[in-house]
């Protein structure tokens, strides 16, 4: 089916358009300069008019997300809808079906979802999940954080062993990119330890994480692909860490032209300042003082809002202590020679101080990044919020007279503690586009894809919210802004419609983005002794066994292949 | 006063679940053409019930239901009832009197599982045996019953008062398994005997006049106490729980 689009009122950062009233053509699936015959005609009405939305560091799909729902069937008491015509039944809140997830999605206008983290022996219950979110591309970072292989290579000094390593690995299990969370401290994990910061050796190894960091950014980006490396810092959630964060950053070179070099996500939870709880405070401003003059590294928010949610995490010993914090229910796992992780069930507060501190830090890092390209709107997806939190967060961006009347509902104590109070920057829609999909499409390398912006030629993922830019104060009337963005008039997904008012239109509609280096037969680890060796010495499974099966498990594949410099 | 009679027809068919949050005095009060799902077909009260009215409508106060037949499979009666009397002469079926929060209901034979659970208010009496989670909390949720008073005179399944917050649970026979775990508040008494009682408790006073089975070992013993005829050994815990406050009283238990 072809579609005009009359009226759109439509901003595209890619394409440097800023709110012109104009008419798209959709043909097979993507953008195009001339009329389509018979088309279909969608009438826009002067709405607001952007590229579909991409999320860049989620958890929808995978083991951990599942054990939460065991866990928690109490959160399938809400968010509950009968089955209606099209759409099936769904529950659940901070961690609702796949189905949940994707349609909701869909009525916030977004088409492209990144899975934040995947350990690669559990890769197949994550794309079987991906194959029932049916409105959404997925992408899937594949964890990189206790790799011995890897490890051993990079502690070598063999950097083109660890990328034919990491090669081989995200071609098994089918992954997008490389996800590092927490550094090497699932291997301390392993051992009842964490890691302390980046610059101490870990036993048995004698390799930092600094190295460790180092090694895989310079492997990545020696295989080029599209997505840099996806850093969780160490020392996450605990008070004083946004040293160990910048000295990360400090560890990052300016080595790809087309994006940055190194992805920090959740940075809310990285910026604490302080030497313990009693003297908790924000350091959003170095933080982001530092981001603003290395363009190589992007980060998104993290933000956290209050309310129910579920954490989930490969970072183990993290959720061990926030389980001991909360003395509620613990889950955690640990996967073989590749990583962790670790779920429990949290209530952010708004009486509590440090949850009041935490919700402001997000919200700095997002108004002191000078370059929105550089700062994405997240919540990381249950751990700081559930997703369809991202409207009221767009609206505490655009408005600075929300974000006070909600400050005056915080603890008291979080003004001597915070800078939020002063800073009057009220994001513009450009802005909050690029926050929402266009930066998201660049930190991802989607640009190329065709994912993240309306040009001639692009995917034609088109979210149309009602709301009119140019009649619209977002500072004053913030309720309305928030209200647009929680329901779209319609979701367009490669030419698909998928979603129109709040009545799901399509199903099935899913690919998955994965990635293949073209690596030089001296580097296919698939003969490599060692390597077969580690899977029939340590491994729970054969090699031949170990790599996700294309056909039967990823409903589309859409298969990447890289150039590589090994 | 109305009272509505409900008269379950022969010819339904015992195997099939009703699912009949419908039978309240709140919504009976006011109107009795309502509908029930039977298995998976939708269909009128009347076609299920023979239903008799006596009475003018004054409000869910003053409304009392009447439930005639062997009722074992229909579901959820007396579901968020606020005020009002419900009286069934014979067996219930699952998640009778959930969530309640005032009026009474009163079962003359058996209850199913999950009778009375998460209610706010309100009394329940069951004459006969009542099943799994009596008196207990939703899967994974952190309170169960806040209030009200809950009677078996017969004995009850496992998990019986799990997580309970508040009100008093009473049972006359024995429990099963795990009663009482994770309690955090209100009273809990059964006279007969049962099994591995309290687990994880935090706070709240339960008391087993019978014996003890397999009784958990993080329970500390401060003293002993003569209640009602009963000598009775008290113990605080569940030492598990970092402050526990609760109290456990048995009247003769054996180590797990």
């Known amino acids: 089916m072809d579609y005009i689009v009359k009226n759109a009122w439509v901003i595209d950062p890619v394409n440097k358009i800023s709110g012109e009233k104009m008419d798209l053509y959709v043909s097979n699936g993507r953008i195009t300069d001339e009329e389509p015959k018979g088309a279909e005609i969608i009438d826009a009405g002067g709405c607001l008019t952007l590229p579909g939305g991409i999320d860049s560091h989620t958890h929808i799909c995978g083991t951990k997300v599942n054990f939460g729902r065991y866990m928690s069937p109490e959160d399938m008491r809400a968010g509950r809808a009968p089955r209606r015509k099209g759409m099936r039944a769904v529950s659940g809140y901070s961690i609702p079906t796949t189905y949940g997830n994707s349609y909701r999605y869909a009525l916030m206008g977004y088409t492209t979802l990144t899975e934040g983290a995947m350990a690669p022996l559990e890769a197949r219950h994550t794309h079987e ?71 101490k050796p870990i036993p ?10 180092k090694g895989v950014i310079e492997a990545n980006e020696m295989l080029g692909l599209p997505h840099s490396v996806h850093i969780h810092c160490n020392n996450l959630g605990k008070p004083g860490n946004y040293t160990c964060t910048i000295g990360t950053m400090g560890l990052v070179p300016d080595l790809n032209k087309k994006r940055q070099t190194a992805y920090m996500t959740h940075v809310q939870f990285h910026s604490y300042g302080g030497t313990g709880w009693k003297d908790f405070c924000s350091r959003a401003e170095p933080v982001t003082n530092y981001v603003n003059q290395h363009p190589q590294i992007t980060m998104d928010m993290g933000q956290i809002m209050f309310g129910r949610t579920t954490t989930m995490t490969a970072d183990g010993p993290m959720e061990f202590n926030l389980y001991r914090l909360h003395q509620d229910k613990w889950s955690n796992h640990d996967v073989e020679m590749e990583t962790a992780s670790g779920v429990i069930p949290v209530i952010y507060r708004r009486k509590n101080l440090v949850n009041s501190v935490m919700w402001s830090i997000g919200l700095e890092l997002a108004l002191l990044t000078k370059d929105p390209w550089h700062c994405l709107l997240t919540t990381d997806n249950p751990n700081g919020a559930p997703f369809v939190k991202y409207p009221e967060i767009i609206g505490l961006l655009m408005s600075k007279e929300y974000r006070d009347k909600e400050f005056a509902t915080i603890h008291p104590k979080t003004e001597s503690r915070v800078v939020l109070p002063a800073l009057d920057r009220e994001l513009t829609f450009d802005e909050i586009a690029v926050m929402t999909r266009a930066g998201q499409a660049k930190a991802l390398g989607l640009l190329d894809l065709g994912k993240g912006h309306l040009g001639f030629g692009a995917e034609a993922d088109i979210a149309i919210y009602p709301i009119k830019p140019d009649k619209i104060d977002p500072s004053k009337e913030y309720a309305e802004i928030i209200r647009s963005f929680a329901q779209t008039k319609y979701t367009m997904k490669l030419g698909v419609l998928i979603s129109k008012e709040d009545q799901i239109m399509a199903d099935n509609q899913n690919r998955t983005f994965w990635c293949s280096p073209k690596v030089p037969a001296k580097y296919d680890m698939s003969k490599d002794p060692e390597l077969i060796h580690t899977f029939n010495r340590y491994y729970t499974i054969r090699m031949e066994n170990y790599p996700v099966d294309e056909d039967y498990y990823l409903r589309k594949s859409m298969k990447i292949e890289t150039e590589t410099t090994l | 006063m109305r009272r509505v009679t409900l008269i379950l027809r022969e010819e339904v068919d015992p195997y099939l679940p009703i699912e009949a949050e419908a039978i309240s005095p709140e919504i009976l009060s006011k109107n009795i053409d309502v509908s029930v799902f039977v298995g998976n077909e939708k269909k009128k009260l009347k076609e299920v019930f023979d239903i008799r009215v006596d009475g003018e409508a004054a409000g869910p106060s003053a409304t009392e239901i009447v439930m005639v037949g062997d009722c074992h499979q229909v579901k959820r009666v007396g579901e968020y009832m606020t005020n009002g009397r419900i009286i069934i002469e014979e067996d219930i079926g699952m998640h009778c009197g959930d969530f309640m929060d005032g009026g009474t209901i009163e079962i003359g034979g058996n209850a199913g599982d999950w009778l009375g659970r998460e209610m706010l208010d309100g009394t329940i009496i069951c004459h006969g045996n009542a099943g799994n989670y009596c008196g207990s909390g939703y899967r994974g949720g952190r309170k169960g019953v806040r209030g009200g008073e809950l009677l078996v005179e017969g004995n009850v399944g496992d998990y019986c008062a799990e997580c309970l917050f508040g009100g008093l649970v009473h049972v006359k026979g024995n429990a099963g398994i795990h009663a009482g775990c994770n309690m955090k508040g209100g009273k809990l008494l059964i006279e007969g005997d049962c099994l591995m009682p309290c687990g994880d408790m935090y706070a709240g006073e339960a008391t087993i006049y019978g014996h003890v089975t397999d009784f958990l070992p993080t329970f500390r013993e401060t003293g002993k106490v003569t209640e009602s005829g009963h000598q009775l050994i008290v113990f605080n815990g569940d030492l598990a729980n970092r402050n526990a406050k609760g109290t456990l009283r048995v009247g003769s238990f054996e180590r797990i």
């Not at chain 1, 000094?157 to 090669?167: N, Q, S, T, W």
């Not at chain 1, 048995?204 to 960091?213: G, Q």
């Open chain 1, 129 to 199: 999940e991906f194959r029932s979110t049916p409105l959404q591309d997925g992408l899937i970072l594949t964890l990189f954080d206790g790799d011995w292989g890897v490890m051993r290579a990079i502690a070598a000094g063999d950097v083109k062993r660890a990328a034919a390593l990491i090669a081989w690995r995200l071609n098994a299990v089918k992954g997008y990119g490389v996800k590092l969370t927490n550094p090497l401290g699932a291997e301390l994990w392993s051992w009842g330890k964490n890691v302390d910061c980046i610059r």
């Open chain 1, 204 to 213: 048995y190894f004698d390799i930092s994480p600094a190295e460790y960091i």
